[in-house]
Each structure stands twice: as C-alpha cells, then as structure tokens.
C-alpha cells in the first residue's frame, strides 16, 4: 500500500494511492490533519483500513499536485559508503578505511525537501561537480532508543525513494561532507511512501539514470550494514522518532571515481526508480 500527500483546489491532503487513483485518507477517517507528515508523527495514528478507504469517491491522480510525503523531515539521517563497489570508487573521499568498520553517518538539513519533476538549479550553485546518489529511504514510524536488532524492523513505518545528490568538489574543498551535501534542492524524495509491515522483503532493485542511460544499479540486501543494523545502531543512545528518515546508501556507478562518467550539466534529466516504491525525475537546470 502507497501513501502520498497532494495538493489539490487549494487544499493540501493525503491519501492512498491504487491505480492511479487517490483515496482520501482525512475524509474517510475524519481526521484534522490535512498532511501525511502530520499522520506520521502522531503520537497515536488511528488505523488506515483499506475496505474503508475504497468505500469512497476516489480522485485521480493526474488531477493532483503530488508533494514529498515528509516535506519538514525533523531528520534526514544518511550513511556513506554502504556498498562495498561504490566505497571503493570513491576512495578518494576520505575516512580510515576503504570499506567502513562502522556506519558512516552524516546528515542533510531538512530545508528545502523537493520530489518528482522538481529542478536543481546549478547555474545559481558553486560547485562543477554536481553527482548524483539513488538510495532507498526508511522512514522511522515510532520512537524508540536502544532497539534490539531483532526488534528494528517493527519501528519501520515506510519506504521512500531519494537522491543523495552531492557537490564533488565541496566535500574535498572543507574536507567533510556537510556542505557538499546540503546544497539547495539536493534531498529530493519521490512522492510515493509504500507502507511497510515487519516480515516485508527489504530487498529492492535501486537505479538512477542520466538522460536515458542507466548509470547506477544495486540491490539493497547487499547493504554492507544493512537496513535493521542501522536502526538499531543508530538508536543506541540516541531517540529515532516518528518522521525522521534514514538514507541507506549509494550502490557503484557515480560520476566521482569514474573517469568514463561525465558529473552533470545543466540540460541533463536524472531520474530514479526502484520497483515496487516508484520513480522520481530531477531536472538540470
């Protein structure tokens, strides 16, 4: 089951998503809250059940404005070099070890969250190596410090779709990866969160292209540090809550590392997919 916040007439909701039709979650369940956001970080969100959202008058999709489905995350929680391919071809962004001993963690400001058919817009950024970075986002669904590994997945509310897109030459220029990273427009999330349940696979097929050709292709169970250790290790001593997403990482095929592979140029289209979570297309501008 997907889930996604729109804008339609005015009016800011959220709904469920089946063939492309939306059904209204706040009306079916009168609810107050009129973002999926909202819904998230309720301390007690009552049940969606889907006979009951089917039961109503649905809208269709292409009438709607489809926005991120955590547009004000309260973290954007990442890790670096995850995938033991694309650890090695950026060795040159540095930490002790080629392949990390422990998660490598850093963060994107929750500021300036765009999605599907938005734009970087490089001409007004100071950096020449713009690069991009598919990775599948887990979204936290309730608080929890010191969660057991065998306990993690029960504290994953949904998947997301995202680009860690990263400027090259800032990372290396401030010799720590903050700046490179936080850029305005570079945490695009698609706008689908497919919700997720404890004994769900969490092994999906990411991939980013560049005008048409595939550049990036990685399954998620080859995650050095796979998605319940970085809850649980994440969590020790430190509260997740409701809302706060974790990026998981980049598989091999960035521009950084790769002299065969152009960074990108204003006119290119980057787009992202994973089946069975959904697609996401950011311009060059």
């Known amino acids: 089951m997907k889930l996604v916040n729109y804008f339609l007439s005015s009016k800011n909701s959220f709904g469920l998503l089946k063939n492309d039709n939306i059904f209204d979650i706040p009306s079916a369940l009168e609810l107050s809250i009129h973002s999926l956001e909202d819904y998230i970080m309720m301390d007690c969100k009552p049940e969606i059940k889907l006979e009951q959202l089917l039961d109503s008058e649905p809208i269709k999709s292409e009438s709607v404005i489809l ?33 990390p001993k422990s998660p490598i963690y850093f963060c994107k400001t929750p500021n300036f969250i765009t999605t599907d058919k938005d734009s970087i817009e490089l001409s007004k950024l100071p950096t020449s190596k713009l690069d991009y970075e598919v990775e599948l986002g887990v979204v936290i669904g309730k608080k929890g410090i010191n969660i057991p590994l065998s306990k993690a997945q029960d504290y994953i509310l949904g998947l997301v779709l995202a680009n860690d897109f990263s400027a090259r030459d800032l990372q290396s220029d401030h010799q720590q990866w903050f700046k490179g990273k936080n850029l305005d427009g570079f945490c695009p999330i698609a706008p689908e969160l497919k919700l997720f349940s404890p004994n769900d696979s969490l092994n999906f097929n990411i991939t980013c292209s560049v005008n048409g050709e595939i550049r990036q292709s990685g399954f998620t169970k080859d995650l ?19 809302g706060d997403i974790i990026l998981t990482g980049t598989p091999s095929g960035v521009a950084h590392g790769n002299k065969n592979l152009p960074y ?22």
């Open 264 to 285: 990108l140029k204003t006119g290119d289209k980057v787009v992202s997919y994973a089946k069975g979570i959904g697609s996401m297309t950011i311009y060059i501008k």
């Open 67 to 99: 926005t991120a489905p955590i547009q004000h995350p309260r973290r954007v929680i990442c890790v670096g070099k995850n995938y033991v391919d694309h650890a090695l071809e950026v060795v040159s962004i540095k930490t002790e070890h080629a392949i």
């Open 224 to 242: 050095i540090f796979p998605i319940p250790y970085l809850i649980s290790n994440l969590s020790m001593g430190m509260t997740l809550l409701p």
